[in-house]
């Protein structure tokens, strides 16, 4: 039996079709078929969060990008002046997003030299960013690093890194293990 799992991403306007991507595909042998075998295991589940995650983040900062290559007052597209890369920290991984640098246009630098700054270019995506962690990640990392050591909790969202369940992590089979090393036996 062959699993294929696609993310199919269609625009608020349908004026353009549907994106489709395949994020994940899983072959199972009937003759091989366990208790081990039977739905996905906890690595595969990541793989296919972190793929949907992967596609949905790079999508919307794409379109974020595409609403914002213009100057919202006179409407004229910014020049492009170049990109770079940003790395954005979900629970479900790690991504990396282009970033598009744009001159503004001149209306934008009078107003900005009317305001007394010196505003050549931009980076819509980098200033939508700028802690560049998503802020459900830095809630977790903050709030466990509250009740235990920065290497403790590290190694434990390392290990969960996407929260499959709604139980606490220190129900969860395996967690213990990290207690106890924390504690330095």
Same mark, same amino acid.
């Given at each position: 039996?062959?699993?294929?799992?696609?993310?199919?991403?269609?625009?608020?306007d349908?004026?353009?079709?549907?994106?489709?991507?395949?994020?994940?595909?899983?072959?199972?042998?009937?003759?091989?078929?366990?208790?081990?075998t039977?739905?996905l295991?906890?690595d595969?589940?990541?793989?296919?969060? /972190?793929?949907?995650? !992967?596609? %949905?983040? =790079?999508?919307? #900062? &794409?379109?974020?990008?595409?609403?914002?290559?213009?100057?919202?007052?006179?409407?004229?597209?910014?020049?492009?002046?170049?990109?770079?890369?940003i790395?954005?920290r979900?629970?479900f991984?790690?991504?990396?997003?282009?970033?598009?640098?744009?001159y503004?246009c001149?209306?934008?630098?009078?107003?900005?030299?009317?305001?007394?700054?010196?505003?050549?270019?931009?980076?819509?995506?980098?200033?939508?960013?700028?802690?560049?962690? /998503?802020?459900?990640? !830095?809630? %977790?990392? =903050?709030?466990? #690093? &509250?009740?235990?050591?920065?290497?403790?909790?590290?190694?434990?969202?390392?290990?969960?890194?996407?929260?499959?369940?709604?139980?606490?992590?220190?129900d969860?089979?395996?967690?213990?293990?990290?207690?106890?090393?924390?504690?330095?036996?």
């Amino acid at each position: 039996m062959k699993m294929t799992l696609q993310v199919v991403i269609e625009d608020e306007d349908h004026h353009t079709p549907p994106m489709v991507k395949e994020v994940f595909s899983l072959e199972r042998r009937s003759e091989n078929f366990c208790p081990e075998t039977l739905g996905l295991s906890l690595d595969e589940a990541k793989d296919v969060l /972190a793929e949907i995650q !992967t596609t %949905l983040v =790079t999508t919307q #900062a &794409a379109r974020f990008l595409e609403q914002h290559s213009f100057c919202p007052d006179c409407r004229m597209p910014y020049p492009k002046n170049g990109a770079h890369q940003i790395t954005f920290r979900t629970l479900f991984g790690t991504i990396k997003l282009t970033s598009q640098r744009f001159y503004t246009c001149s209306c934008a630098q009078a107003k900005a030299r009317r305001q007394g700054q010196k505003q050549i270019s931009v980076s819509p995506l980098a200033n939508l960013l700028p802690e560049r962690t /998503a802020p459900e990640f !830095t809630h %977790l990392q =903050t709030k466990w #690093a &509250a009740i235990m050591s920065y290497g403790c909790t590290a190694n434990l969202l390392e290990e969960i890194r996407i929260n499959l369940s709604h139980e606490p992590a220190w129900d969860r089979p395996g967690v213990d293990r990290y207690w106890a090393s924390c504690d330095g036996s």
